[in-house]
């Protein structure tokens, strides 16, 4: 840049508005044009100030500064040693450069803006008022920096950034290009957060966060959490410490969720319409989703891959569902009328691969469905009751006791405390199997009929 070299012997007394417009070269006066300089501004040793820059009251140069063309600085700044400040920059009043920070070209600084040593902003950034980037931080070319921002030391941002106001940034993060923090966003020390993804108003990330590209973030987030590429997260629930979600999984829950350490959620899960305070675990492509109504999880809980849990569901603490199962909640009642009873799984039940669980069932506390298992609408099963893989339990039957594999049970039927059905019985509508009573295998029990002892 053209710049005319201003050293304390060339000022005279400061604050001179620019009247020492001439510098001896040798035996000769050569007349250049001055730059415009404030009254009360004090200019440090081997300041270079382009002609055309402004410089208004009071402001303070330290030395070796490098000033632009068309720079203005705003009254009451202070600029310190080494800083660098390219063409067309504009400073607003009151703000503060440390020693060696550098505005590239462009860039525009509000009032009152700290800029601390090292710091560099890239071509035409935008700084709002009151807002500070700390040391050795730079922020990418035309990236748009809020009001009341502060962006910690050794932050990297990568071009056209949206920082809005209120947002705080902690040490070291880095943060990739066209991402946006929504206003009033926190986010922790060591996080990485990907290109075009954006942290939603009011969120928050704890240290070691990672964020992938594209993702969308709504919440509040514990230490080390990992939220996968294209992820969306919305609703703002509360995430506890080392939380993995997977690429593309989709999660819309209440400010009332409370998601607990360690809960991870596969690639492309979907989860909506649920309430949680515990860990989840949730496997690829499984669908957790309450629809009208709510999944209500009373503890931690694990869904397999591939499985859906639909509708009105409560799963205690420790329930196990299965890859590819399918649990049916009750629907939204179509009337005020409408008996309506919500589907249950009791704390540690554990339900097998592609098993299905119908609406309104209730599943005592330990019970085990087998894999490939359906259990009818409304079946009531006691505590540690057993149904074994590829059997069949009809609506509304109550269960007690233990179904044996292949087994089939009609609409209907009781089997009570201790009864046993062997593999492959079939056990006809609206029969009752008394308590400690059993069913050999390939056993047949027909309708309404009463089992007080083994059956042959």
């Known amino acids: 840049m053209a710049s005319t070299k201003i050293r304390k012997r060339d ?70 040693r080494g800083a660098v400040i390219e063409d067309g920059v504009v400073i607003g009043a009151g703000s503060h450069l440390w020693e060696d920070a550098t505005v590239r070209a462009g860039s525009t600084l509000g ?37 009341d921002v502060t962006i910690g030391n050794y932050v990297r941002t990568g071009s056209d950034v949206t920082i809005d106001q209120d947002v705080n940034v902690g040490d070291s993060t880095e943060i990739d290009e066209r991402t946006a923090l929504r206003h009033s966003v926190t986010v922790g020390e060591q996080c ?36 996968g590429e294209g992820a969306r997260v919305i609703g703002r629930s509360s995430w506890g410490r080392h939380v993995r979600i997977g690429d593309g999984a989709t999660i819309d829950t209440s400010d009332r969720c409370r998601f607990g350490d360690d809960t991870d959620i596969g690639d492309n899960a ?31 809980a694990s869904i397999g891959p591939g ?7 409560t799963l205690e603490d420790g329930v196990e569902v299965g890859e590819e199962t399918l649990v049916e909640g009750t629907p939204r009642p ?15 039940c554990v339900v097998y691969e592609r098993a299905v669980v119908k609406e309104g069932s209730q599943l005592g506390a330990g019970t085990t469905i087998g894999s490939s298992s359906t259990v009818g609408k409304r079946v009531v099963t006691g505590n540690d009751s057993r149904i074994g893989d590829n059997a069949t339990v009809g609506d509304f039957s109550i269960v007690a006791g233990s179904i044996s594999d292949g087994s089939t ?25 008394e308590g400690y009573a059993r069913v050999e295998d390939d056993g047949f029990v027909s309708r309404g009929t009463v089992v007080r002892e083994s059956a042959h």
Do not use: W
């Open 11 to 80: 000022t005279g007394e400061s604050g001179n508005k620019g009247e020492f417009g001439t510098i001896t070269r040798t035996d000769a006066d050569v007349q250049i044009q001055s730059p415009q300089i404030g009254l009360g501004a004090t200019i440090g040793e081997d300041v270079e100030i382009a002609p055309t820059a402004r410089i208004d009251d009071e402001v303070t140069i330290g030395d070796d500064v490098r000033i632009g063309e068309n720079v203005v600085i705003g009254s009451d700044s202070v600029i310190e």
């Open 111 to 147: 009032e009152s803006v700290t800029v601390e040593g090292g710091a560099q902003l890239q071509d035409m950034v935008a700084v709002g008022d009151r807002s500070t980037i700390c040391q050795e931080t730079t922020i990418g070319a035309r990236s748009n920096v809020r009001s």
């Open 192 to 227: 990485i957060i990907g290109q075009s993804a954006e942290i939603s108003a009011d969120s928050s990330l704890g240290d070691g966060c990672e964020v992938g590209d594209r993702a969308r973030v709504h919440g509040a987030f514990g230490d080390q959490a990992r939220i």
């Open 270 to 300: 979907e989860i909506s319409r649920i309430s949680i305070d515990g860990s989840l675990s949730v496997g690829e492509g499984a669908e957790v989703d309450g629809g009208r109504r709510t999944v209500d999880f009373t503890g931690g």
């Open 307 to 313: 499985a859906r849990v639909t509708g009105a569901v």
């Open 334 to 348: 179509k009337s005020p009328e409408t008996d309506h009873v919500a589907t249950k799984l009791g704390g540690d």
């Open 409 to 433: 049970v009609g609409n209907g039927v009781e089997v009570g405390y201790g009864a046993d059905l062997g593999e492959r019985a079939v056990v006809e509508d609206n029969a009752v199997i």
